[in-house]
């Protein structure tokens, strides 16, 4: 990581997108109009920025590839992707994206292609924390976003997940409320595990206990639609029940989804019969009535950092795992806990 | 296209994802348990489904990758996707999807590296409707999903356009509408002219004038956030205007969110103060209030058909271009137009 201007930053700067200045830097101007290279090239001066040699230091036989393989269709996986893919054009790396389904087997195989077709580096979310590196894969950069291994030695670009199911927790329970229900998705991710120690440590420090009966686990196997009918089935049941959580707390944007459904139907009023907070950014946050809380992870900033750890590794450097922060962006889904 | 069962409705018979069928049929059956692998063929037997035998007869040198060239992150590319990968899937072939961030130039520099790395097929949603095919592509199938192509003679799966835009501005005449507004995308792609066409003639049929001031066009150069941002502000002009519109279609689901947006800082009540048609499917527009009435298109199918033809391609068989309806989904948006 440094802190030196991007091509980002210079694109910005330049009021073009990062495409543009790659091809002005590259001295691809066929299509750049000489005003627009102008502007990018002031933009270029004043930031005192330095493009990058990396695509000319290219171990040789390698593609110019860097895959990047989504475990499903979560758009938070796009906003990674936008980061990763800003960074990589720098170095004129193209990324390409893959779902693995949810399948390990079919991850695993896709990990095997990659590696054959010499790809420079594998950007990974893996399906489950638990994955042995084959020997053959070791030459072959990987790097795991959003998601951990906890079974091999692979670095990782990961945000606080503990930290963040205690803060939506937390949240919570300073406007009173005690029966808080959580959605997590599959208990074999590090992010479902990691956000679930977040939100049991915040109830046992305001000594309450844990309730089983207030935690949903949804077994992800079969994708997107799957994990968003698990949390409608989750928070229908618990709103039906006789002793009705006041907050729930969806820990990822699929669950969220599938809780809003459950509202909809139930004619459930978000911050008023229930507090409400989701995850991940989406403009559909600030657009809906209510407005609403979501635990905010820096997608974006994810895949930019996981594109700086493979760069280090193709230049045998010594990469180290990050890990990034959450913020609570708080809006209108969530109200003081009414005495009964 | 015919009607044989595919990997698809096997998957939906045993109740398995589509990767498992995939994993059973080509014999890798590893991580698959006896039970779901006699589930697997129970449904082959009773659907008579014939497993493709494609794979085995792929030209040599051949990479088993589709290549899907998408212009910016519309979540309808990803509906696309999932069509077509199902279908990929059945032939052993795996797709990677990348950007173009609708710069043409990047779009041609994707295709020149795609046809150098000898992927079967390129499936492309192309950035403007102007494309000459250079000599050195013609070895590669390549079809255009979702956009047409004037300039060359390229197999396309698109929805009837000039349909769907005529539909919806039809719906909002009906209810008594005669100043409709309409947000564009960028002019240079097909899907926006043949939108704008049908908006035309819906308005001409009804004796009504095209008056250009009620059409705004967003200059998507600069992608995803740039399209959004040309909704709102569209919008929020009209509607601050004097003579504002009673009526408003937001062709896309990016320029649906930007107008959301504007309504939402307005005060704006939807299906009141105006009534409003959005494109696409999304979740959102079911659990929005109120439910949003949008022009649905059928984004699986243009994949599963985008694929169909690239396998008839790779076999040297004749590809027809494939045209699909799209679907008006009435829900709440969409009110009478007040007598004053």
Same mark, same amino acid.
């Not at 200045?21 to 502007?39: D, F, L, Y």
């Not at 969220?256 to 995850?279: H, V």
């Given at each position: ?29 066929? =299509? %750049? ?10 933009? $270029? ?8 040699? +990396?695509?000319?230091? &290219?171990?040789?036989? =390698?593609?110019?590839?860097?895959? /990047? ?19 990589? &054009?720098? *170095? ?8 693995? @389904? ?12 990659? %590696?054959?077709?010499? $790809?420079?580096?594998? %950007? ?25 291994? @906890?079974? !091999? ?13 205690? =803060? ?30 977040? *939100? ?9 206990? $844990? ?20 949390? +409608? ?19 990822? +944007? ?8 459950? /509202? ?14 989701? /995850? ?7 657009? +809906?009535?209510?407005?609403?809380? %979501?635990?905010? =992870? ?10 700086? &750890? ?17 913020? &609570?962006?708080?809006?209108? !889904? ?7």
């Amino acid at each position: 990581m440094n802190n030196n201007p991007t091509l980002h930053d210079v694109a910005k700067a330049a009021g073009v997108s990062v495409a543009t200045v790659s091809n002005v830097m590259n001295g691809k101007k066929g =299509q %750049v109009s000489e005003k627009t290279k102008a502007k990018v090239e002031a933009a $270029v001066e004043s930031l005192g920025y330095q493009p990058n040699t +990396y695509a000319r230091q &290219l171990k040789s036989g =390698q593609s110019n590839l860097v895959a /990047f393989i989504v475990p499903d269709q979560n758009p938070f996986f796009t906003d990674i992707l936008n980061g990763l893919t800003t960074v990589c &054009l720098e *170095y004129n790396l193209q990324v390409i994206v893959i779902s693995s @389904e949810e399948s390990e087997q079919r991850q695993n195989e896709l990990i095997d292609l990659f %590696v054959k077709q010499r $790809v420079n580096a594998i %950007v990974l979310a893996p399906v489950s924390s638990h994955l042995t590196l084959k020997d053959e894969w070791k030459k072959t950069p990987i790097v795991t976003v959003d998601r951990t291994i @906890e079974t !091999s030695d692979v670095p990782s670009v990961t945000v606080n997940n503990q930290a963040a199911g205690y =803060q939506a927790t937390k949240h919570l329970l300073e406007l009173g409320h005690t029966s808080i229900a959580i959605l997590l998705a599959n208990p074999k991710i590090s992010t479902t595990t990691h956000r679930q120690a977040g *939100y049991e440590q915040a109830l046992m420090d305001n000594q309450l206990t $844990v309730d089983a009966r207030l935690m949903s686990f949804s077994d992800d196997k079969l994708g997107t639609e799957a994990q968003i009918r698990s949390g +409608y089935l989750a928070t229908k049941q618990w709103l039906t029940s006789k002793d009705a959580p006041s907050a729930l707390i969806a820990t990822n +944007y699929l669950l969220m989804i599938g809780a809003l459904q459950a /509202f909809k139907e139930l004619d459930i009023q978000i911050g008023k019969d229930i507090s409400f907070i989701g /995850f991940d950014n989406s403009h559909w946050n600030e657009i +809906y009535s209510p407005a609403i809380t %979501v635990v905010e =992870q820096p997608a974006s900033k994810l895949g930019e950092c996981a594109a700086q &750890l493979i760069i280090e590794m193709n230049n045998d450097e010594l990469a180290t795992s990050v890990e990034l922060s959450t913020h &609570l962006a708080i809006r209108a !889904s969530c109200a003081k806990k009414n005495e009964r």
